[in-house]
């Protein structure tokens, strides 16, 4: 993402109201445009106008006063092959911090108000860590961060995490069939205390789900899956245009879905789920008896680009199961996209090719081969990138 300068709304004082109702009404649009960037990330004037219901003329008006004033950059773009201006907030000098826990790495990501990537990095990490070594390696890498591109933990406006396990939104709290079973009962409060900031936290495909409409292409899309495949399998929905969590916040567990009747048992404790023969971990197990068997998720990704028969057999019916899964979806949502995740993404029509087929086979007639699946453009940044969006979310919501 590109950089601009200028100054947050919320960092300074606010225009002051007079009683004339022209300059409430101007205040008021320009706050939904404000909101609007926060939310989304950056627009093009003509989304900013869809997504706040104001005119093309008024948000033209309102954009070129607060450019003017520092409060925006702006630059010329193209959408849908015409001509555009793509407007973003200024650089405030505050940043949102994007974290994303995996079952052995951990992802680290800061950006601006504005959407841009000023820092990144990530680690491995030990198979079975404890939360809490987890959560002293982040602090430390962030502060290593922070310092090394000058920023003091005051210019934090908030966290965001992502962990690979179910969070019980009402309580804050992992819950049990966590993918990382070492951070069942973790709470945000004890997030808060290790890493010394405000935090939010968020089931690591939710946080890609949000990624797709903020950071990547898909930002007009209303009604979007993303499906993660990795040591687990999980799905965030955005539907109508917003985060989907459910009553308990446990929502988007695909990867639970019975798919082979009296199969391997599961960690949640059921029998044939999905992530039993779809996750990169049953990929690794299914391949392990070949003579030169892929050790990591890495090596299934090189052995695929290189056509190798047993790697290819394994996608297939892996990407089939996932299919069937994903009709499921389908038939029940009605999505307009369905867009894969994680570390396996590079494979591209590899992986792609099985799971439309398992759609188009168990999706209603037609609909199966209308929706679309994409693999994301993101990769594997896509889940610290959401953090960060969620991180900028959160924090306007408190400051406002």
Known sequence: MRATSGQHPHSTPRIVRSPGSQTALRERNQQRIIDSLLDNGPLTQAELARRTGLSAATVSNIVNVMADAGMVGTQRTTSSGRRALLVRMADNGKVAIGIDFGRRHLRIVVATVGYWVVAEESVELPFGYRAEVGVDTASKL??????????????????????????????GTVVHGAILPEWVGMRLKDLEDGLGLPV???????????????????????????????????????????????????????????????????????NGCLETVASTSAMLSALSGQADPPHSTAEIVRDGLRHDA????????????????????????????????????????????????????????GLGGATRVVVSSLGERAEALGGAALAIQRSDARNS
């Open 310 to 365: 047993p790697t290819i057999e394994v996608l297939e019916v892996a990407g089939l199961l996932i299919g069937r899964a994903l009709g499921s979806v389908a038939n029940l949502l009605n999505p307009e996209l369905i867009v894969i995740g994680g570390p396996l993404t590079a494979l591209g029509d590899a992986l792609l090719g099985p799971i439309r087929a398992g759609l188009r086979d168990h999706g209603m007639p």
């Open 142 to 171: 962030l502060s290593r961060l922070l310092e090394k591109h000058g920023l003091v933990p005051s210019a934090v406006l908030g966290v965001g995490v992502g962990i690979p396990a179910p969070i019980d939104q009402r309580t």
């Open 200 to 270: 939010s936290f968020d089931n690591d495909a939710n946080l890609g789900a949000l990624a797709e409409v903020t950071w990547g292409p898909h930002g007009s899309i209303e009604n979007l899956v993303f499906m993660k495949i990795g040591s687990g399998i999980g799905a965030g929905l955005i539907l109508n245009g917003k985060p989907f969590y459910g009553s308990l916040g446990v929502s988007g567990e695909i990867g639970h879905e019975i798919v082979v009747e009296n199969g391997e048992r599961c960690h949640c404790g059921n």
